[in-house]
């Protein structure tokens, strides 16, 4: 048994954001990165390769469209070597996904819970995340159909605000999609947790519950990334 004090052990590290525009510009990428260095240089630990991954965790499929998880496990299988990642929703919030990973004799390692947690342990806070997302789902929904009874239109105003953006580039429509974008950033927030950063199914979830007016446009995917990266620009994300 592995010991704080005893000889260095080598590991391997995985980090993994959800979506592509994530993954350019590396803010969560290398948030996580810095987790297991500071954690590995604590707890005498030698991060012999690491693993970048720019990828959904949901879907039947997960496995099949992550390789580069898939080739850390490999490694990890062939060196006898723990993989470490700094939160466990990096791997995934889907119990059954964490259940086949578990399968694969790789022992892993979570900077967050530390290393006394046992594959027990783990299942038991995956199990807890796939609740909060739920429950973020249900937050979602809720928070849709309230705005449907205020009134709000978002479809609509979303497109208003993006035919102004096309049409003048001004100070005037920047400032006035500003003003937009963070009065729907509670549902966008909540939206992009849900659908795990994936743009196209975020604008899915925040057009279930909207009435749309003949020749209102609904949210589309470059409407939803446009929204965040304002409000990236401006601090407020997330």
């Known amino acids: ?9 080598n590991c391997i590290g995985y980090c993994r954001v959800s979506t592509r525009e994530q993954g350019q510009s590396g803010l969560g990428l290398e948030a996580q990165r810095a987790a297991i260095e500071s954690w590995a240089t604590r707890e005498n630990i030698a991060m012999i390769n690491w693993f970048t991954e720019v990828q959904s965790g949901k879907g039947a499929d997960a496995m099949e469209r992550r390789p ?16 470490v990642v700094s939160k466990l929703d990096r791997l995934s919030r889907d119990v059954h996904f964490i259940s086949g990973l578990m399968s694969n004799r790789v022992e892993f390692i979570v900077t967050e819970l530390g290393r006394q947690a046992d594959p027990f342990v783990l299942h038991l806070f995956a199990a807890l995340a796939e609740k909060e997302r739920q429950l973020i789902s249900e937050r979602t929904r809720a928070g849709l159909v309230a705005a449907k009874a205020r009134g709000v239109k978002l479809g609509s105003h979303g497109r208003v605000i993006s035919a102004q953006q096309r049409v ?18 509670p549902h966008l927030v909540m939206a992009m ?5 994936n743009y196209t199914r975020a604008a899915q979830i925040l057009n279930q519950g909207l ?4 020749g209102e446009k609904a949210w589309e995917r ?15 994300w997330p």
């Not at 592995?2 to 260095?8: D, K, L, Y």
């Not at 496990?73 to 993989?83: C, D, F, I, N, Y």
């Not at 947790?193 to 950063?197: F, Q």
């Open 1 to 9: 048994m592995w010991t704080r004090g005893s000889a260095i052990m």
């Open 68 to 83: 580069q998880l898939a080739e850390a496990l490999r490694q990890a299988k062939k060196l006898k070597a723990p993989v």
């Open 168 to 185: 003048n580039a001004g100070l005037a429509a920047s400032v006035q999609a500003d003003e937009f974008a963070k009065s729907v950033r």
């Open 193 to 197: 947790a849900d659908a795990e950063g």
């Open 211 to 214: 009435q749309k007016s003949a």
């Open 222 to 236: 470059r409407s939803v990334a446009a929204a965040v990266k304002r409000l990236q620009k401006m601090g407020m």
